[in-house]
């Protein structure tokens, strides 16, 4: 997500009309698997927005695996978002939301071309595959770039206990995940009707997209369906002990309390058909839009689960299965932000050391060798490190270690406008420069700063999608990722450059807890 100002901005209606043009008509028409589209162009960039790649998840299909589209007759015009799933959030929204948008280039290609798929972030709870605008920039650099919709909060994961007996083949819970998977198995069916290849899909997200991503990569279920990863400050499911996945008795408790507060008692089949007759508005209901922090904060509420060990998608924690080496062998890029996110409260600097247990003065010597730094800033940099720049590296070294080239980042960079306003990046800050579009949040007041900083960012994430590395076009050179030098790729207001990691000490001491170190 990009923020409120874009949110505001965008338009989701669906226009899921069908106009009976032949399909040799228009430059724009395309045939997939489902029927003919016909998208806009815009400049050099033709757009498909509203795709449907799955069935409406609406009524007896409501805790489903995604099932397959209707075929529609004639040319079904798909030039706007369709609305994003249901959620607390403010926006166009509708639990028919199964939709996915493609960019791509209109010519100057001879050969098909790399496939770049977003997973939006919001901790499974809010955003969409609209909610970053038109991807339009990425896709000027010679890439197909698709985003998608998928099912969040309490109607994306969830495992109430009937389901098992009404689909027992079914992966239970995860359905978010699900409709991920179906994206990605609609690109592999139909992106070369774009002009993509489905041999070279990468995928990339950022927070909750991020921790989709990792979830991919670890998951047997989705091996194959892509050849490069890239998570931007990803849900810390790397790290059992901070973001650990929900087991399904616990996923199917959580389901039966929800299910109570509607008072639906019943656990069985007439339980389960009482709840599909709520409308979908009662899940989203009277549920703070901040609530999808409890997913981080590792306390699911108002029936949402997480990300669920279903035993078939999530055979096991990503942490494990690093550990195994049992992630899919790609390429990734991985990283966080310098002020990113994290959870926890603490009264005094004693009292925020304490979660160091035996190495609480080692972490007062690395946080505050002075003792002047503020307890605000103190929780800011203990939190975010514990949350995400730790786990972010911690995968960077399982995957290197396992041989897989990894590339490690910090994303230091705040545009001119908001320095002095703010003390660094923060979550999803890097998102607009990935997409190569400052002003999707910064309006008239980008400078030609933020847009240097955003043509080199983009540029590496499409080169990365391009060949499997980041490096080329006279761009600094970006090393792999080795946990023994610990290098780390750094964009910061002075530029972009390679050096030893500015905080590894604070990092060390995160990974020793973790390993159960003194």
């Known amino acids: 997500m990009l923020g409120l100002r ?26 997939i698997d489902s029927g003919y589209l016909r998208g806009v162009v815009v400049g050099d960039i033709a757009s498909f927005r509203g795709i449907p790649y799955a069935a409406p998840p609406v009524g007896e299909l409501r805790w489903r695996m995604p099932q397959p589209v209707k075929p529609w007759k004639g040319v079904l015009l798909v030039d706007r978002f369709g609305p994003a799933c249901m959620q607390p959030s403010n926006i166009p929204k509708s639990e028919d939301c199964l939709t996915l948008n493609v960019w791509r280039p209109t010519d100057g290609f001879d050969a098909p071309l790399p496939v770049m798929v977003w997973i ?17 920039a990425p896709a000027k650099q010679g ?36 409709d991920q998977r179906a994206s990605l198995l609609w690109v592999q069916r139909n992106i070369a009707a774009f002009g993509g290849d489905p041999a070279k899909v990468t ?18 279920m989705s ?14 499911t790397s790290r059992a002990n901070v973001g650990g996945l ?31 007759a709520l409308p979908a508005e009662k899940f989203v209901k009277g549920v703070p839009a901040l609530e999808n922090a409890s997913l981080s904060a590792g306390n699911p509420r108002s029936g949402f689960a ?5 035993g078939k998608f999530v055979v096991e924690s990503p942490e494990a299965a690093l550990a195994s080496g049992l992630q899919a062998m790609v390429p990734v890029i991985i990283g966080a932000n310098d002020r990113d996110l994290g959870f926890g409260s603490a009264n005094s600097k004693n009292g925020l050391f304490a979660i160091f247990g035996p190495n609480a003065a080692e972490a007062s010597k690395i946080y505050d060798p002075n003792g002047d730094r503020s307890l605000d800033e103190l929780k800011q940099q203990v939190f975010a490190d514990k949350w995400m720049t730790e786990p972010a ?11 897989q080239p990894a590339w490690l980042y910090r994303f230091s960079y705040v545009a001119k406008a908001l320095r002095g306003k703010l003390k660094g990046a923060i979550h999803n800050s890097e998102t607009p420069y990935v997409f190569n579009n400052p002003a999707a949040v910064l309006g008239n007041k980008v400078t030609p700063a933020d847009v240097a900083m955003a043509n080199v960012m983009s540029a590496y994430w499409v080169s990365f999608a391009k060949t499997g590395d980041p490096n080329g076009g006279g761009r600094p050179q970006w090393p792999r990722h080795d946990a023994a030098t610990d290098t780390v790729m750094n964009f910061t207001n002075r530029g972009v450059f390679a050096q030893p990691d500015p905080i590894k000490a604070r990092l060390d001491l995160w990974q020793n807890v973790w390993s159960g170190g003194h």
Do not use: C, W
């Open 6 to 31: 874009v949110l505001a901005m965008l338009a989701f209606t669906f226009a899921g009309k069908t106009v009976a043009e032949p399909a040799t008509s228009h430059p724009t028409i395309v045939k």
């Open 120 to 136: 939006h972030g919001g901790g499974l709870m809010s955003g969409g595959g609209g909610t970053s605008g038109d991807l339009d």
């Open 143 to 178: 890439v197909v770039v698709v985003s998608m919709n998928y099912r969040l909060g309490p109607l994306g994961f969830f495992a109430h206990p009937a389901l098992t007996t009404e689909a027992p083949d079914d992966v239970r819970g995860n359905y978010g995940y699900m």
């Open 203 to 220: 995928i990339f997200g950022e927070s909750a997209g991020g921790g989709s991503v990792m979830i991919h990569l670890t998951s047997p």
């Open 223 to 236: 091996q194959g369906l892509f050849r490069a990863a890239v998570m931007e400050s990803p849900s810390p």
């Open 246 to 276: 929900t087991e399904i008795a616990h996923a199917e408790a959580l389901a039966i309390d929800y299910a109570r507060s509607f008072r639906i008692a019943d656990k069985g089949a007439e339980g389960l058909k009482a709840l599909r």
């Open 306 to 310: 997480g990300p669920i060990h279903d």
């Open 393 to 403: 590296r911690h995968l960077a070294d399982e995957m290197a270690r396992a041989g």
